[in-house]
């Protein structure tokens, strides 16, 4: 059984940073992708950044210059560095796993940026 652990939400100022952190568990081989979505209530549940096994990420257009996504294979860990945050970011921001052929997802973290 395949484990999401999420962590680093928080609330903060317009301009400040945060870093997520998720730690995967249970997965007998290598994960092939690791990133973020997020939802903002009402609203659809977007991507943020993925990330393949050994790749180049991918960036949604709002965090491009913003974000860096990165992964740690060894320790089966994957990091969001949210930097310049805007009110637009406040969402649960959900870690993804694509696994085996399978979706996996955290339970999520709340990041509310105040104006």
């Known amino acids: 059984q395949v484990q999401l652990m999420e962590s680093g939400g928080g609330l903060v100022q317009a301009g400040g940073s945060l870093r997520l952190a998720c730690a995967a568990s249970?997965?007998?081989?290598?994960?092939?992708?690791m990133g973020w979505y997020r939802q903002a209530p009402g609203k659809q549940r977007d991507l943020v950044a993925v990330v393949p096994r050994a790749g180049s990420a991918t960036y949604a257009d709002f965090v491009k210059g913003r974000f860096t996504i990165s992964r740690d294979n060894a320790k089966n860990t994957v990091h969001l560095q949210m930097n310049s945050l805007k009110p637009e970011d406040t969402a649960v921001y959900y870690c993804?796993?694509?696994?085996?052929?399978?979706?996996?997802w955290g339970q999520g973290t709340q990041v509310t940026v105040s104006s």
């Open positions: 993804y796993i694509w696994y085996f052929g399978q979706e996996y």
């Open positions: 249970g997965n007998k081989y290598g994960i092939n992708d």
